[in-house]
């Protein structure tokens, strides 16, 4: 699936969650000592006068932020573990939501790199679609060398193919029998199978089940293949 191993990937997952959520609860728990702190010393600088209140109220913005600092060094321990929650917490949440992305389409790190760059190409009018005739006609024999019969839920008949100088293949592929060769690109005729691709939602991605169904694919993989 990728560099993980897609036998480890919902393990992956499941360590990214956790640490997102114990940076999240250490930021939390910093928040609530260092809190308590401020308040006690606030209690302590007005005699008791105003005790009910919050720490911060009447403190300009520059007060508020030396206040923190104060706290902060007046326990360097739990404030400098505190801070470095406080600033990894969103990382962490960052690439666990991102993977949480990645399943959602179906797609590994690499392939989303793929499809960005056939994006582009699409974008640059390179990109041109046909489909497999149920036939057979047009388009050869199937090579299962290249093409192998596989129990997924999802196929498609399309075919795709980057011309570099953006005109569609002059002849349909396949035409050669099982020689997958292109011919040299030219103009399009009213005949051929070939239509320039204008969007990347038109592609098929053979990967993506759904978000519910991909999850689902992400964790039995991973538990069948350690047990």
Partial sequence: ????????????????????????YGSYLTHLI????????????????????????GKSWSQYFESWTWA??????IGGVGMLAIMT????????????YLIRIGMTTNEKSKWED?????AEGLVFKSERRLDGHNHGQRDLGIEPLVDWPISTNQWLVRCDDG??????????????????????????????????????????????????????VSILSNT
């Avoid at 902060?72 to 321990?77: C, F, G, K, T």
Wanted: one cysteine or more; aromatic letters at 10%; proline letters at 6%.
């Fill in 1 to 24: 699936m990728n560099c993980l191993g897609k036998a480890n990937y919902a393990y992956f997952i499941g360590m990214l969650f956790s640490i997102a959520l114990l940076l999240s």
């Fill in 34 to 57: 260092l809190t308590e702190t401020l308040q006690r010393n606030a209690e302590r600088g007005s005699q008791g006068l105003q005790s009910n209140l919050h720490w911060s109220v």
């Fill in 72 to 77: 902060l060094s007046r326990d360097i321990s």
């Fill in 89 to 100: 917490a969103p990382l962490a949440w960052g690439l666990f939501l991102y993977h949480v």
């Fill in 118 to 122: 056939l994006r582009d190409d699409i």
């Fill in 167 to 220: 005109q569609p293949p002059d002849s349909p592929l396949g035409s050669r029998g099982n020689d997958q060769t292109l011919p040299s690109p030219g103009n399009l005729s009213h005949r051929s199978p070939w239509k320039r691709l204008l969007d990347l939602h038109d592609v098929d991605n053979l990967y993506n089940l759904g978000f519910w169904d991909n999850i689902a694919d992400a964790v039995t």
